[in-house]
DNA sequence: TGCGTAACCGGAGGCGGCCTCCGTATAGTT
DNA sequence: AACTATACGGAGGCCGCCTCCGGTTACGCA
């Protein structure tokens, strides 16, 4: 899942190299979602098996490294849309997906907020791309089970997202993965209904 | 303008500390808004002219002294809402009110921000408490206003500081006074227009 | 297969911030 | 004036940030 999107038109990694990125930013996003996005970047290093030396080279600011780690959630978030819509039928599709997305939002939190507060409102980039591949991606798994009749016709991803999301962040304890799912439940049978056409 | 609000029934302080103590917080003061939330508390004890120590015996954590700053913010806007009540004719005085506003919405920015995510869910309370104030501050100056005819009648305290606040966040570079008046004028303008009854 | 070198590794070290602790100073009291 | 509760302040230990460079390794080439 090319981690390196549009910024590089440069040599690849060598291979030890690409590996200690990879290592890097799963101990990043770990660190992260236990201590928020100001954890030691030291320890990130320590918990990757690298030396910090290595963490710098690669994201020479913290703030890179925290945008890596977002995008990086985004692309996995994305390809598992693409694995559910094979294993599973449509509307139970989406639904995983979302339960997914929820997982997501929550590091996201942390994330956007870092990512806004650091970067300014020069973060739009950023956030634009995310928000394209999101859509796209659920797009495929909604429009799917709409055709299926599983989901109703009158919404689209982001308005499912939004409320999603709104959900999340609205319920004090979303790390509580039974009171989230709970909470959307209610979406999810909210968007069974269909309005009298 | 007690800054010991409802936490301890101790005895006041000895008058070295007080003053000390107001060092402390408007050396903070500048600093936050100079430096962002995160500045240095020990640049923040030397701006003050104050040890560390001190800083510390008054703030045991970081997120005591924004707090207090920002309790303190509050504090001048309700204050100045009074002495603009008497100084200047209703409307007047509501609008150089919003002005003021303006200036404290900024600094609310940051440390709105850092209270919420220290506090978690728990900075209800000081939430609830600094609305109480701001709502009764404005209401005062606002019924004023409407009653000698200057502003319209169907509009409420908190209404106008939302409006005027979404104003300045939604500006990109609030911080500049010349950009962010004009753009505040148009809310005021609204605020003059009386819808037929 | 063996060699040369560009690419990469890693951690020591300098700096600065965090917070504690305690010897010293002073405001307020009698 | 003397006494004491209270407050001062900065040295010091710790830790995280980031840079720099001597050592190591992967990869192309013969």
């Given at each position: ?105 929550g ?61 999340c962040?609205a319920a004090p304890d979303w790390r509580d993965p039974a009171k989230t799912?709970?909470a ?14």
């Amino acid at each position: 899942m090319g981690q390196q999107g549009a910024t590089t038109t440069a040599r690849p990694l060598r291979a030890d190299a690409a590996r200690n990125r990879e290592k890097l930013l799963s101990a990043a996003r770990e660190m992260f979602d236990e201590a928020g996005t100001d954890a030691s970047l030291e320890e990130i290093a320590r918990r990757a098996g690298v030396g910090v030396g290595t963490l710098y080279r690669n994201f020479p600011t913290r703030i890179e490294l925290i945008e890596a780690v977002y995008r990086h959630n985004v692309d996995e978030l994305c390809a598992s849309g693409a694995r559910l819509a094979e294993s599973l039928e449509p509307r139970a599709a989406f639904e995983a997906w979302l339960l997914e997305f929820v997982a997501y939002a929550g590091s996201k939190r942390g994330l956007a907020g870092a990512l806004r507060s650091a970067l300014g409102d020069d973060a739009s980039h950023v956030f634009a791309d995310v928000h394209d591949r999101l859509t796209s991606s659920g797009d495929a798994l909604l429009h799917a089970a709409q055709a299926d009749g599983g989901i109703r016709d009158d919404v689209e991803t982001m308005d499912v997202l939004r409320a999603v999301s709104g959900v999340c962040m609205a319920a004090p304890d979303w790390r509580d993965p039974a009171k989230t799912q709970r909470a959307l439940r209610i979406v999810l049978d909210g968007l069974r209904y269909r309005p009298a056409d």
